[in-house]
């Protein structure tokens, strides 16, 4: 059974560059980068010569059948399919390479892929709201570290299935966080992969302390360009944003006044790097 989908949008009358990726997030699909494909922004320099595709997980708005059951997730299901996905851009590539740009779910899974492999064929990696790798504990976010709880509210609506906790979700993601969707009551269709939150509360004493977090990927071999809004520090390290920093042919930018989907909800911003980043 195959759970995600790969769709080209785009073939250049002249493929020469290394094709474009576009992996949406939570709880979105890949129409959330509508704007960042018009036929007005193809003819743009960062866009001259690539195909352009779009990776979609399981999502509500564009692929709502079949879910993954959680014995298939731990299995690592939407890994594999991801991986295969890569592959089969990568074989159509004139230079065997590819370039991911990635929000959220997306970003996790890209870096996912990048840690486990080497010789990753991304020629760059553009990372929306997620770093390269994770930590939990008090030292390294504070008080926000126990943000991280927030998974047992996403896994409740979806498991229990009353409509009163699938409404609160749906009002804390909007009035609350900021999302924006006219299908926002249903969004709790879109948490299947949150499996892991009912083991948070017990989980969660070890990784305030330290006890379980992800070591630093900092060796990865690819230029990157990092965009987060305030509340994504949570996704983020220390260590990940200073490495950044110090790479001349990296990028991080810290916005300011924007919610965790500013991507979709603010184009503009994510376009304007795209152009200077992908320019070459």
């Not at 486990?116 to 990696?125: A, N, Q, S, V």
């Not at 926002?184 to 070890?206: K, T």
């Amino acid at each position: 059974m195959v759970y995600c989908q790969l769709e080209r949008l785009y073939a250049p009358p002249r493929a020469e560059r290394s094709p474009l990726l576009f992996v949406h997030g939570f709880p979105d699909s890949p129409r959330m980068w509508a704007r960042y494909v018009t036929a007005a922004e193809l003819q743009q320099p960062w866009l001259n010569g690539r195909a352009v595709y779009t990776f979609a997980f399981p999502n509500r708005h564009t692929r709502p059948r079949p879910i993954p059951s959680w014995r298939a997730l731990r299995r690592g299901v939407l890994d594999d399919e991801f991986a295969a996905a890569l592959a089969e851009v990568v074989a159509h590539s004139p230079t065997g390479k590819l370039i991911p740009i990635a929000h959220d779910l997306g970003a996790t899974a890209a870096w996912r892929y990048a840690r486990r492999r080497k010789g990753t064929p991304f020629e760059k990696l553009v990372s929306l709201s997620v770093g390269s790798s994770f930590r939990y504990d008090i030292g390294e976010h504070g008080l926000n570290a126990f943000t991280w709880l927030y998974q047992v509210i996403y896994i409740l609506p979806y498991t229990l299935r009353l409509r009163a906790l699938q409404k609160l979700l749906a009002y804390l993601l909007v009035n609350v966080a900021g999302y924006k969707s006219p299908t926002a009551d249903e969004v709790w269709r879109d948490v299947y992969h949150y499996w892991e939150g009912w083991l948070w509360p017990l989980r969660l004493p070890f990784y305030l302390l330290g006890a379980a977090y992800e070591p630093a990927f900092l060796d990865f071999d690819f230029p990157v360009l990092f965009m987060r809004s305030a509340i994504d520090r949570i996704a983020s390290t220390r260590a990940f944003e200073a490495e950044l920093q110090r790479r001349a042919d990296c990028r991080f930018i810290a916005l300011q006044g924007v919610n965790h989907w500013f991507p979709e909800q603010q184009p503009e911003l994510v376009l304007a790097e795209l152009r200077r980043f992908l320019a070459d």
